[in-house]
């Protein structure tokens, strides 16, 4: 079994920062790929950011250069820097961990980004 679990969301003004982070947990295959998820209300889930196990990253256009994804393979923790933070950045984020063939999502945290 393998547990995710997301911390960090809440209410923040537009221009403010915030951090999420994702603690895994139980069988980690590796190699991996750890990813984050945007859900904003009424929209599809996509991806915001991917980083594998040997920190290679990948950003939509969206939030390059405002979003950092990085993980602590120690801590089987992947986090996520949100930076200049707009109101389009509202959403339900969620983290994912690709492996072995499946894959795997936490319950989500909520961002509101207020203008």
């Known amino acids: 079994q393998v547990h995710l679990v997301e911390s960090g969301g809440g209410l923040v003004q537009a221009g403010g920062s915030l951090r999420l982070s994702c603690a895994v947990s139980g069988n980690i295959f590796s190699p991996n790929i750890m990813e984050w998820y945007r859900q904003a209300p009424g929209k599809t889930r996509d991806v915001v950011a991917t980083i594998t196990s040997d920190g290679a990253t990948n950003y939509a256009h969206s939030v390059k250069g405002r979003f950092t994804i990085s993980r602590d393979n120690a801590r089987n923790t992947v986090y996520l820097q949100m930076n200049n933070l707009k109101p389009e950045d509202t959403g339900d984020y969620y983290c994912?961990?690709?492996?072995?063939?499946?894959?795997?999502w936490g319950q989500g945290t909520q961002v509101t980004v207020s203008s």
């Open positions: 994912r961990l690709v492996a072995a063939l499946t894959s795997y």
